[in-house]
């Protein structure tokens, strides 16, 4: 996973406030996928991104959340109002290509609510 | 919805024992990809396979496709403390780039 750098490592945020987690992909990939780990689960695929385009938003909740990738600058994902069960540890991958090319993580961050 | 079923969750054995780990689902996959994840950290990418009835060998480690394309196991032969880790399979349809569906994990523990 080296190359994958995603900041900050750890975020604690009270209940109602804002969280941004940050991802740059490694050099020359323009695929940036992010999924969420909650406690004791597998990893579960929110959203896929390539520059400036949303590709794929599936498992993004309806509300409170939103990801951008723009032409300049990391992927942001954007966690408004927090509430507690967005506790979790949040994965960015990034990939050369989309089809085919394997993806390669980051080492996540881990957002606390408090 | 596609779903990774990965088996057993837990498994402990002594130094030197083998094992594998078993990961099936009853859809197609285009590719499948093996991860290690340590505590606190991302997943490690180990190996790819593409190819249905694929085997591929990393030192110790086995990964086989199954034909089909639907089921892939991991074995590791001769278990070394340091292979102790949670390892992922991870399916990849294709069609959404390289949008991924996780299994739960298997919890490898190898004791001295």
């Given at each position: 996973n080296a190359g994958v750098m995603q900041n900050p490592r750890h975020l604690v945020r009270r209940r109602g406030q804002e969280a941004r987690l940050r991802c740059s992909p490694m050099k020359g990939h323009s695929h940036v996928y992010w999924y969420r780990q909650l406690p004791e689960e597998g990893l579960k695929f929110m959203v896929y991104l390539q520059k400036e385009n949303i590709?794929?938003?599936?498992?993004?909740?309806?509300?409170?959340f939103s990801a951008e990738f723009p032409k300049e600058g990391p992927s942001i994902l954007r966690i408004q109002q927090?509430?507690?069960?967005?506790?979790a540890a949040y994965f960015c991958a990034s990939s050369l290509?989309?089809?085919?090319t394997e993806a390669f993580f980051g080492q996540g961050t881990r957002l606390t609510v408090v | 919805t596609q779903l990774l079923e990965q088996s057993p969750q837990f498994l402990s054995i002594q130094e030197g024992e083998n094992l594998t780990v078993y990961c099936n689902s009853s859809s197609v996959f285009s590719s499948l990809q093996w991860y290690r994840q340590e505590p606190g950290e991302g997943p490690v990418l180990l190996v790819t396979v593409v190819t249905g009835g694929e085997v591929k060998k990393l030192k110790r480690l086995t990964f086989q496709f199954g034909d089909a394309r639907k089921d892939s196991s991991l074995h590791i032969t001769a278990?070394?403390?340091?292979?102790t880790g949670l390892y992922l399979c991870a399916g990849a349809t294709g069609a959404a780039g390289n949008k991924l569906t996780f299994g739960g994990g298997t919890r490898v523990l190898v004791k001295p």
């Amino acid at each position: 996973n080296a190359g994958v750098m995603q900041n900050p490592r750890h975020l604690v945020r009270r209940r109602g406030q804002e969280a941004r987690l940050r991802c740059s992909p490694m050099k020359g990939h323009s695929h940036v996928y992010w999924y969420r780990q909650l406690p004791e689960e597998g990893l579960k695929f929110m959203v896929y991104l390539q520059k400036e385009n949303i590709i794929d938003e599936s498992g993004m909740p309806k509300e409170r959340f939103s990801a951008e990738f723009p032409k300049e600058g990391p992927s942001i994902l954007r966690i408004q109002q927090v509430v507690r069960g967005d506790s979790a540890a949040y994965f960015c991958a990034s990939s050369l290509n989309g089809e085919g090319t394997e993806a390669f993580f980051g080492q996540g961050t881990r957002l606390t609510v408090v | 919805t596609q779903l990774l079923e990965q088996s057993p969750q837990f498994l402990s054995i002594q130094e030197g024992e083998n094992l594998t780990v078993y990961c099936n689902s009853s859809s197609v996959f285009s590719s499948l990809q093996w991860y290690r994840q340590e505590p606190g950290e991302g997943p490690v990418l180990l190996v790819t396979v593409v190819t249905g009835g694929e085997v591929k060998k990393l030192k110790r480690l086995t990964f086989q496709f199954g034909d089909a394309r639907k089921d892939s196991s991991l074995h590791i032969t001769a278990a070394q403390t340091g292979d102790t880790g949670l390892y992922l399979c991870a399916g990849a349809t294709g069609a959404a780039g390289n949008k991924l569906t996780f299994g739960g994990g298997t919890r490898v523990l190898v004791k001295p």
